[in-house]
């Protein structure tokens, strides 16, 4: 199988297993979706929706954000992780938001990268999740790692695997193929001890067909 033809395959088997598949994070507005998505980095979604009721309660947007004492930022994200760096980055981007994009967030994936702690992978759930704008395929560890077990991709940079998922996949398919394989990773085809039995992508699997 070709593949175009395999991600294709991969693409419509996903569809109809996650058909409800959406961003888990919790969030208002698409401000708030680009804080918790900084959050989420090396930690859980689940514990990232645990800190940002607190968080947006009392700094909900950019402008409360960008005013906020960083010693309290600091405590109020602290069960995240890395909680210095990314309330340092947080309070900035948050000042960059208000100085140059008059309290809105851009909508380009070279400004929201442009952001303090942002990055492509962030610009592109933001856009794609918060403004429904197919910016690209977003690359986590599991999108990695699915991609390469799948034999979607053989690279290790995520920005070249996302390149190659692009020209694979048909645009309009991007931000649904990138939600549903994060989910298919957390889910199934984990790291470690992947539940390949209860896979719904067998049939395309190398790794599964060579095994029976």
């Known amino acids: 199988m070709r593949g175009r033809q395999r991600a294709a395959r991969i693409a419509e088997i996903l569809a109809e297993a996650y058909q409800d598949a959406a961003c888990e994070l919790e969030y208002e507005s698409p401000w708030q979706l680009l804080v918790a ?9 689940a514990r990232v929706n645990g ?12 402008s409360e954000l960008a005013a906020a004492p960083l010693p309290e930022l600091e405590a109020a994200i602290r069960p995240a992780g890395m909680y210095r760096r990314k309330a340092a980055a947080l309070r900035q981007s948050a000042r960059v938001v208000m100085e140059r ?36 395929v977003t690359v986590d560890t599991h999108v990695r790692r699915l991609s390469r077990r799948l034999g979607l991709s053989r690279l290790d940079d995520p920005e070249r695997i996302a390149a190659e998922l692009e020209a694979l996949l048909p645009r309009d398919e991007w931000i649904r193929f990138s939600t549903r394989f994060i989910l298919h990773g957390r889910r199934v085809c984990t790291a470690r001890a992947p539940r390949c039995d209860d896979c719904v992508l067998e049939v395309v699997c190398p790794k599964i067909r060579t095994r029976r």
């Open 101 to 136: 994009h008059g309290g809105e967030l851009p909508q380009t994936i070279g400004e929201l990268a442009a952001l303090p702690g942002v990055g492509p992978k962030t610009a592109k759930v933001v856009l794609g999740e918060g403004f429904r704008i197919a910016a690209g």
């Open 37 to 45: 998505t900084v959050l989420s980095a090396q930690c859980t979604d």
């Open 51 to 62: 800190v940002t009721p607190g968080l947006f309660a009392r700094w909900p947007g950019p």
